[in-house]
């Protein structure tokens, strides 16, 4: 049988290697033995075809006479090809010897039946993994025993050529999926590595095997449930798969902040910050089924999420229901922390403003209830300016993390003239449904920020979500949710229904409203004024910060980071924007390339194939011991938005960049410059932020 390689392919070497080197990689190829699963057999017709490589190379007359046949035939095919071509072209199909004809050319060898084994071990090690399950997988479907060596009895011999063979096809399939992963296929990389592990529970075997395939997929499943969740709602299928990957992976955890182990090398830090990455790919639905859920274990932090999946889809939906929900569950977190900002929001939607007030009343939350008092001046309470800082709150904060709402306009205006909520309104008792719920919930007076209570929180996109810390919630154990929480309250008589609606309570909300929406135009100049120091104070809920996830063995899932370059994705790039982006990305590379070697940055400004090429240059760099110390100067002299396509766009700058290079430590003269270069730089606009795909120096 003929297998698609040659002798210098065997032996690692061009066709112009010397005797000396073909001497010193016949050595070093024999030494180098495969994995201990291989039987001697295998390792054996591996050990025949590099020897008969070598001695068809290293004697002179035979080398000779095989270069020339494998020229020769690279340049019949070659000319064949231009002949066909010259047909149309009128070249007279002449074919010119160049060394690219050369390489247009795929030799093979004819081996013996004994020896394929031996020739899939080579083409593994050559990297050509799609070749090893082409060539054997056939074997394995026919179960043809043809392939047995001569050396052994029959059945033995065909049973060490099957064990090798689909150990061979195992790794393949193992080497295949690590490569998807790393181009981030993440689906293509399981299917591959499942392949591997159904081929040797198929033949039983190489049980070390198994657990290495099996911890890659454990690895790679949140990679998977990112690249699910991200796909369109139309892909129902898949992103119901996705799902059931995470429910699987919470199982393992024990839930979002349980101590369990699910394999895949995440802290529970990490879990935090990649369950925050994943919220934008979720509807509001979808969070609130999942959250809700999770609270159940219970869990502080599913219950802090599901209040804001509840509040969104309350609001967004026109469900007053679900946000008396959130409401409930507020009562219970807020043993914990400071939460009456959030209850003063859900008791406005409710339309209950006394419990509004009085929430308002216990908070600390002294720089946002600044802004509300700002927004309220002229009027005998904090109702007007409540009224602006929720809807703010709720467009900037709340609605960006869900998929299905993340361009939606959040109006109370359009909230209280819907039909559906004024009639649950109406419904609602007139008193606080318990007396004493906002006494409960007073902590001791402290800022969320500097609280105890709250992990170091985690960059998001469009803002931060409440994760309290693990310690804190092992302390103090939560209720189980109530069985009838949410439900629609009894129907009341309809004489009662209609003395509701004269009530002063709801007349006065919706004036307090109206208010509050024009309100807007007479403070605008004001809070224009105020809006410097109060950037960072339209933050009401407990808060999620830190440094962007990296989740993987070597390639960044896909991200929703919260770095500069998270630019309006609406508007167009300006010089300042694309300055905001090139000082980005020169900052990842400082950072990725300095002595740390930190990654993280980097999936949060560039995209492949500048992605994929700069993490190799880190991993490269740190192999070698080396690191580099950075200044950088750039000027954006121009930017172009590509009139065909929206999402893409090209920054031309000039920068200045001073490099110090450290090896094991020490300065380096070796690598160290200081260059001033004219670059192009080409972005793409993906997931609302623009990336940088690729550059050239002009």
């Not at 050319?105 to 039946?113: A, K, V």
């Not at 919220?279 to 999420?305: H, K």
């Not at 007030?357 to 216990?362: G, P």
């Amino acid at each position: 049988m003929r297998i698609p390689l040659d002798y210098y392919r065997i032996l690692g070497l061009p066709i112009q290697a010397t005797s000396e080197q073909l001497q010193q990689a016949h050595r070093d190829r024999t030494l180098q033995l495969p994995r201990r699963e291989y039987s001697e057999a295998a390792i054996a017709a591996r050990r025949q075809l590099i020897d008969e490589a070598f001695a068809v190379l290293s004697d002179s007359t035979q080398r000779q006479a095989y270069d020339a046949n494998f020229l020769a035939k690279a340049y019949e095919v070659d000319g064949d090809r231009r002949s066909e071509a010259g047909g149309e072209n009128g070249t007279g199909g002449v074919a010119v010897a160049t060394d690219p004809i050369a390489e247009s050319y795929t030799p093979s060898i004819e081996i013996e039946d004994d020896q394929l084994v031996g020739a899939l071990l080579i083409l593994l090690e050559l990297g050509e993994y799609e070749l090893v399950l082409k060539l054997g997988r056939p074997y394995l479907s026919s179960g043809s025993k043809r392939y047995a060596y001569a050396a052994q009895p029959a059945n033995q011999a065909s049973d060490l050529v099957q064990a090798d063979i689909v150990l061979t096809l195992a790794f393949a399939c193992l080497e295949l999926g690590r490569e998807q992963w790393q181009q981030g296929q993440y689906e293509n990389a399981a299917e591959s590595l499942e392949t591997g592990q159904e081929l040797l529970l198929r033949e039983g075997g190489f049980a070390s095997v198994r657990g290495e395939i099996q911890a890659d997929l454990f690895k790679l499943r949140p990679y998977r449930v990112l690249e699910l969740l991200a796909l369109p709602e139309t892909s129902v299928s898949d992103r119901k798969q996705g799902l059931n990957l995470l429910q699987d992976m919470l199982q393992d955890r024990g839930g979002i902040d349980g101590s369990g182990d699910d394999h895949s090398g995440l802290s529970t830090d990490d879990f935090l910050r990649f369950i925050q990455q994943l919220r934008s790919y979720l509807t509001a639905a979808e969070q609130q089924t999942l959250f809700e859920a999770e609270a159940r274990r219970p869990s502080a932090v599913a219950t802090y999420l599901a209040v804001y999946a509840l509040l969104a889809r309350g609001f967004g939906d026109r469900e007053p229901a679900l946000i008396r929900r959130a409401k409930v569950l507020l009562v219970r977190l807020g043993t914990r922390q400071d939460v009456h900002l959030e209850q003063a929001v859900c008791a406005l939607l409710l339309g209950q403003t006394e419990e509004a007030s009085r929430a308002l009343e216990l908070s600390h939350e002294y720089e946002s209830l600044a802004f509300i008092r700002e927004h309220s001046q002229g009027s005998p309470d904090l109702l007007p300016g409540l009224c602006l800082y929720s809807e703010r709150w709720l467009q900037n904060e709340v609605f960006p993390h869900f998929r299905d709402l993340a361009r939606r306009e959040a109006s109370l205006k359009d909230y209280f003239a819907d039909q559906q909520v004024q009639a649950y309104l109406e419904e609602l008792p007139n008193e606080p449904e318990a007396a004493n719920q906002w006494t409960v919930v007073q902590a001791t007076p402290a800022k969320r920020s500097t609280s105890a209570a709250i992990d170091p929180p985690v960059n998001d996109r469009n803002g931060t979500v409440p994760m309290p810390s693990a310690e804190r919630i092992s302390q103090t154990p939560i209720a189980p949710l109530p069985v009838e929480v949410g439900e629609r309250p009894q129907s009341r008589p309809r004489q009662a229904a209609v003395r509701r609606r004269s009530s002063p309570r709801f007349d006065r909300l919706a004036l307090m409203v109206l208010l509050g929406i024009l309100g807007i135009g007479i403070f605008g100049f004001l809070a224009s004024r105020t809006f410097a120091w109060l950037g960072n104070a339209l933050n009401p809920g407990p808060q999620l910060e830190g440094e962007q996830l990296d989740i993987g063995v070597s390639q960044p899932p896909i991200a929703l980071p919260s770095s500069p370059a998270a630019i309006d994705p609406t508007a167009p790039l300006t010089t300042e924007s694309a300055q905001q982006i090139l000082e980005t990305w020169l900052e990842a590379k400082s950072a990725a390339m300095g002595e740390n070697h930190d990654r993280a940055q980097l999936a949060t400004i560039l995209t492949d194939p500048a992605l994929s090429q700069w993490q190799k240059n880190v991993d490269d760099a740190e192999r070698d011991g080396q690191y580099f110390e950075y200044e950088h100067e750039v000027n954006v002299t121009g930017v172009e938005a590509d009139t065909n396509n929206p999402d893409e766009a090209t920054i031309e700058a000039e920068v200045t960049e001073a490099a110090n290079l450290f090896e094991d430590g020490q300065p380096s003269s070796d690598g160290s410059r200081n260059d001033r270069l004219q670059i192009r730089y080409e972005l793409v606009r993906q997931d609302g932020q623009w990336r940088i795909k690729a550059w050239t120096v002009q």
